[in-house]
């Protein structure tokens, strides 16, 4: 790689890496050290090729998206943490709300199988299409919608404090009646 290349690729690396380790760490489930490693061996790929890379983002997150695949189609299991009491929720939110739901989506995202984080990481972090989702993962639109309702249905059994965050009660919303209306002259 020449100089200017170096340049190009230091200033990239400077400008999008924080945006990029956001993303591998939703898809590593929450594990820091991993997402440092998925984005590291991005960053490689991409170094290798710069001066070919015509949208070096796109290809990063690309290497990002099929790097995991690889990861979560090994037999490999991942370790479990175990800790001696359970995290406390804090009852009293004082300004922390934030950090308590990210941290309490961090762990529901970590409890779903790798798949099925991508899939949501992909739908609604990088808020993707169902198609571009299909086309990285190299599945069917029909498998994208199933695993993203099963992924759903799961993280709100996880977590169902998440549920603040979700859609208002059938309750609360107005019915509309669309049945057939009697018109007389």
Known sequence: ?????????????EHRSSALLKTAVLLSGGDRHA????????????????????EPEAYVRQV????QISRWRLKWRRR???VAEPPDTGAGR?????????????GALARLTARQ???LVLRYFEDLP????AR??????GTVRSTTHRSLARLRALAPELAVLGPPDAAEVPSRDYSPVEVRP
């Open 136 to 141: 990285i993962l190299g599945c069917s639109v």
């Open 130 to 133: 169902e198609g571009d989702v």
């Open 35 to 54: 997402a440092e490693d998925l984005l590291q061996n991005a960053l490689i790929k991409a170094a290798g090729r710069w001066r070919r890379i015509e």
């Open 117 to 119: 984080r991508t899939v």
């Open 64 to 67: 990002l998206y099929r790097q």
């Open 1 to 13: 790689m020449d100089a200017e290349a170096q340049d190009s690729f230091r200033e990239f690396v």
């Open 94 to 106: 004082d300004g922390a709300a934030d950090a308590d739901l990210r941290l309490l989506m961090r």
């Open 80 to 82: 479990e943490l175990t």
